[in-house]
């Protein structure tokens, strides 16, 4: 205790008002053969019910990962109705139905059943966040998302152009296509056209798509409530598109590297059988070097780059993914998927959110007992009132 002196005696100096920070760490504590056991059954049961079964195997899927997330040292709870989910399922069915049906007969309506779902998407995805939030749990308090009508529309609105581009797209590729009795330059003006359309649209989709993803995330993680507090995202435009820039720099380098093996090799073999299978071995070069190499790098960055900077007035996210860990994992999980000709796959999903969930912690100010505290006073109940979700449509967090 520091002493001061004053014109009275000798006082005890007033002690820091600051509140102590908790760190609370987050574990994942599922096993791979107890979710191959559920993974094995939900998938049994969506075939054999022509895939009606989805939602309810979305249900048991989700409570199985929250409830064996622990925050601190007490797990996450999952409370929802699956036939709300049902009813979210069949419209989102119902839609792609549709467009299934009319893309091919008639590509004017199946052209204007996607714009409607489109433009129906962010009141969707919306209601899917207010969903799960409220029907999830930590120490017998709901969760709950904030975001508003209008947030969600303003946060998808830079994806308006790109999405009405791939509509006209879709309804000009009849139209552009020549008649049988055309001429080669004919065909070949009207095939440099519809190239040149596509090309436009695809950049115009990639110099918005990182400004989306900000607006988005900016929305999706400035919602976020529990016990009195609501998160923001601290993470301006010029960050994503710098991540951006990265992931593109990353790819750039894997294209390289398939183009040098693809060019050795008909340096070495020419045209003949050697060069063509040295093409081919550079092409499956590349699909494999993404999905291990630039997806665990994007992954890796924008998650750290998202929960890092999501704080409240009193908490705020730890994410220190390393792109390393996450391409070894993901190296491994794909070649046993690959080996096991699939049925790796549920122990490759908890062995991923392990390695994503383990990178993070919440950190506190004060006690943590007295939101919870605070915040069963203000509930109905101590798991709060989650009803009266019409759309339970779980697209992800």
């Not at 924008?302 to 993901?330: C, D, H, I, M, P």
Request: aromatic letters at 12%; charged letters at 15%.
């Amino acid at each position: 205790m520091k002493i001061i002196d004053t014109p009275d005696g000798r006082f005890p100096a007033a002690q820091d008002a600051r509140p102590p920070v908790q760190t609370l760490p987050i574990r994942f504590t599922g096993s791979g053969s107890e979710y191959f056991r559920i993974w094995i059954v939900n998938l049994l049961l969506i075939l054999v019910t022509f895939t009606l079964y989805w939602p309810f195997a979305r249900a048991r899927r989700i409570s199985y990962f929250q409830n064996n997330t622990l925050v601190g040292d007490d797990p996450l709870g999952f409370h929802a109705n699956p036939w709300k989910m049902f009813r979210g399922y069949l419209v989102v069915a119902a839609f792609g139905l549709a467009y299934g049906i009319t893309s091919e007969v008639a590509p004017l309506v199946g052209g204007a059943i996607f714009l409607v779902f489109a433009l129906l998407w962010p009141a969707l995805w919306r209601a899917s966040l207010q969903f799960r939030l409220r029907n999830s749990s930590w120490r017998g308090v709901r969760l709950g998302f904030e975001g508003d009508m209008k947030g969600a529309y303003l946060a998808f609105a830079p994806l308006l152009l790109p999405v009405l581009g791939f509509v006209l797209l879709g309804a000009m590729g009849p139209a552009l296509a020549p008649d049988e009795g055309a001429s080669p330059e004919e065909r070949k003006r009207l095939g440099l056209m519809f190239a040149g359309l596509t090309a436009l649209v695809m950049l115009l989709f990639a110099a918005v798509m990182p400004w989306c993803m900000a607006r988005i995330k900016q929305y999706q993680h400035g919602g976020y409530r529990f016990a009195g507090e609501r998160t923001e995202l601290r993470a301006g435009t010029g960050r994503f598109y710098g991540l951006s820039v990265r992931t593109g720099g990353v790819l750039l380098l894997v294209l390289l590297i398939v183009g040098a093996v693809a060019a050795l090799g008909f340096a070495l073999a020419g045209r003949s059988a050697g060069g063509i299978l040295a093409f081919t071995g550079a092409v499956a070069l590349g699909y494999l070097l993404i999905p291990v190499l630039v997806v665990p790098y994007y992954t890796a960055s924008l998650q750290n780059l998202v929960w890092a900077n999501t704080r409240s007035r009193n908490a705020r996210f730890r994410s220190e993914l390393g792109f390393g860990a996450l391409a070894r994992v993901n190296a491994l999980n794909w070649l046993l998927i690959a080996v096991t000709l699939g049925l790796y796959w549920p122990f490759a999903q908890v062995r991923l959110t392990r390695l994503r969930l383990e990178a993070m912690a919440l950190q506190v100010k004060g006690s943590v007992n007295d939101w919870l505290a605070s915040a069963q006073q203000r509930d109905v109940g101590p798991l709060g009132d989650a009803a009266g979700d019409f759309f339970g449509i779980d697209m992800g967090l």
